[in-house]
């Protein structure tokens, strides 16, 4: 299963851009999104940004993954 996680975009050189979540940065191509912007929200899969999001839309995806990771904890709990 993949999964295409949002971040944020803090710089762009070329068709690279800085990406951050959560304090962890990395880089990635802006080759499919070549319309991005700093300060976008960019979902990311394998190394490239394959879409752009609202921030709205961003907060909303990334408060699903914590509850998905809430509720894979709380079943690891389960004896």
Do not use: N
Request: proline share 4%; glycine share 6%.
């Amino acid at each position: 299963m993949c999964v295409a996680v949002p971040l944020r975009v803090k710089s762009i050189t070329d068709l690279r851009a800085e990406v951050e979540m959560g304090g962890v940065s990395r880089v990635v191509s802006l080759d499919l999104t070549p319309e991005a912007q700093v300060g976008d929200y960019v979902i990311v899969h394998a190394g490239y940004a394959i879409g752009i999001l609202d921030e709205e839309e961003a907060r909303e995806t990334l408060e699903i993954f914590r509850q998905i990771s809430d509720l894979m904890e709380a079943d690891d709990e389960i004896p």
